[in-house]
């Protein structure tokens, strides 16, 4: 299986490091920008031994799943923007797989392009199963330039068992798929959507496009947040990326960071 870019990837700039072996993709690329790399650069494994997930939960990768994380520079960004690089990132994703579906795909199941949902913040679900998670940390290098790692860990061969959520795999799915391919599909449309994005100036052109994928629009939600449940409808996503919930009384409830459940998992959180 080899690993490479997609042309508009290229053509943009961005490099690529492939390694055979990995406790993180994520530790390897901040360990580069701490060293001074500025990116934008793809750090990718093909076995990640110590992956990690949001919230200081563990991202289990099994052998044939993809892990692979992106060192980008935010020089020009404002801080508390660059958490509407998840969006960003997500929705690339999304629409790399549901490119690997579309007609002349690697896809074996056609009716597969429009259900790679996204879910708030940061997660694609495939039929309301987990497929993949995405987890953005940052670094400062040297001369306090900061840059940001965005890490992707797609569920392509296999998916974890035992976990507290449903999650699936492209291979359970039946879709036909590989890392490698998965990879480059997302490097081009992350090349295509960070331009997009440009520096957090039009991220409102991104949040259109990924709230016509999101999972539980207008549906029951519910955010484990500080000890206490806080339920209502999913009404957006505002300006900054946050969730936009709907309560009971009507007033509107923004959420920053908690555990979300959409749908039946909502009404039984």
Same mark, same amino acid.
């Given at each position: ?72 520079? =935010? !020089?020009?960004?404002?801080?508390? *923007? ?8 997500? &929705? #690339?994703? /999304?629409?790399? +797989? ?8 690697d896809c074996a199941r056609m009716d597969a392009l429009r259900e790679f949902r996204l879910k ?73 959507? =960070? !331009?997009?994005?440009?520096?957090? *100036? ?8 990924? &709230? #016509?994928? /999101?999972?539980? +629009? ?52």
């Amino acid at each position: 299986m080899s690993y490479r870019l997609a042309d508009a990837a290229r053509a943009e700039g961005y490099r690529l490091h492939v390694h055979e072996r990995l406790e993180s993709t994520n530790t390897q690329a901040l360990a580069l920008a701490a060293s001074g790399e500025a990116g934008p650069l793809w750090v990718v494994a093909h076995r990640q031994e110590a992956g990690r997930g949001r919230r200081g939960n563990v991202w289990v990768s099994p052998p044939g799943n993809l892990a692979a994380s992106l060192l980008f520079p =935010v !020089r020009g960004v404002p801080r508390e *923007r660059i958490a509407t690089f998840g969006f960003v990132a997500g &929705l #690339a994703l /999304a629409e790399a +797989l549901a490119d690997l579906c579309a007609p002349g795909g690697d896809c074996a199941r056609m009716d597969a392009l429009r259900e790679f949902r996204l879910k708030w913040p940061n997660d694609v679900l495939y039929e309301g199963g987990k497929l993949a998670g995405i987890l953005l940390e940052t670094e400062t290098g040297p001369g306090g330039r900061l840059a940001l790692v965005a890490g992707f860990g797609v569920n392509v061969e296999a998916a974890p068992e035992g976990l507290p959520y449903a999650a699936t795999s492209l291979r359970a799915a039946g879709l036909v798929a590989d890392a490698a391919g998965v990879f480059q599909h997302l490097t081009g449309r992350m090349a295509q959507a =960070v !331009r997009l994005w440009n520096e957090a *100036r039009n991220f409102p052109a991104i949040r259109q496009r990924w &709230l #016509a994928r /999101a999972n539980g +629009l207008g549906e029951p939600v519910s955010v484990r947040r500080d000890g206490g449940i806080l339920a209502g409808t999913f009404e957006t996503i505002d300006e900054e990326g946050r969730l936009v919930i709907l309560a009971p009384d009507g007033a509107r409830q923004i959420v920053t960071a908690g555990d979300v459940y959409f749908g039946e998992a909502a009404t039984a959180a």
